[in-house]
């Protein structure tokens, strides 16, 4: 099949890529600056076409559009810079729509959003809220439409937390009964995230959507 991933360089969509190189698909990843740097990538990325595009300009990336069988949206920031037009409503939602959209024209059939289950720590609360609003304006597109509502993601080079928080939910993550406490919000590995998107892209079954953390994880295994 033919796979386009939004954001296929960052820390989520590179496990997506990853996991579709290997199983034979044929990837297609647009984010603004093209691969990832040379440090992240492995030989998987070499079977990768890169496009390097600004998601708000649609005729940038068409054409990569064109022929895919599924999308996946996982671009996303935690920390915004309002004077450059970086804010948590342009990037985590309109972007989101933008992409929605042209791949319903596009005529895809599968597109999967990666959303969140909550606000990380010491983000305001409009990084969720621009992610509930793409959800809606998403969910009644011609295509089958699938979320994914991880807790907080750790793992390495996680590029939104510190280490020290990145450690501290890793520890979280992997004690099952503090992990079960947490339950929808429970923190996740990053390669469990990225094999749940893969599997929600490529797999023909279908699951109703928001998927939590729980189902995230059966997804993955």
Avoid at 47 to 59: G, I, S, Y
Wanted: glycine share 8%; aromatic share 6%; net charge negative.
């Amino acid at each position: 099949m033919e796979l386009v991933v939004f954001g296929g360089n960052g820390f989520i969509g590179r496990r997506v890529c990853r996991r579709a190189v290997e199983d034979g698909h044929e990837v297609r990843s647009i984010a603004r600056s093209g691969p990832p740097a040379s440090e992240l990538r492995g030989p998987w990325a070499d079977a990768v076409t890169w496009h390097a595009a600004n998601v708000f300009a649609p005729n940038e990336y068409r054409d990569a559009l064109e022929g895919a069988d599924a999308v996946v949206h996982s671009i996303g920031i935690a920390e915004e810079s309002p004077t450059e037009g970086v804010t948590f409503e342009r990037v985590n939602g309109d972007s989101a729509i933008i992409t929605a959209l042209e791949s319903e024209r596009a005529g895809v059939d599968r597109f999967v959003f990666v959303s969140s289950a909550s606000t990380p720590p010491m983000v305001r609360e409009a990084y969720l809220t621009a992610k509930r609003r793409a959800e809606t304006a998403i969910a009644d597109l011609d295509m089958a439409t699938t979320v994914l509502r991880p807790g907080a993601v750790y793992g390495p080079d996680q590029p939104h937390f510190p280490s020290v928080l990145n450690r501290l939910l890793a520890v979280l993550g992997s004690v099952d009964p503090v992990a079960e406490r947490l339950g929808a919000g429970r923190p996740l590995d990053v390669e469990t995230v990225g094999s749940a998107v893969y599997e929600t892209a490529v797999r023909l079954d279908s699951w109703e959507s928001p998927l939590d953390a729980q189902r995230i994880a059966a997804r993955a295994s």
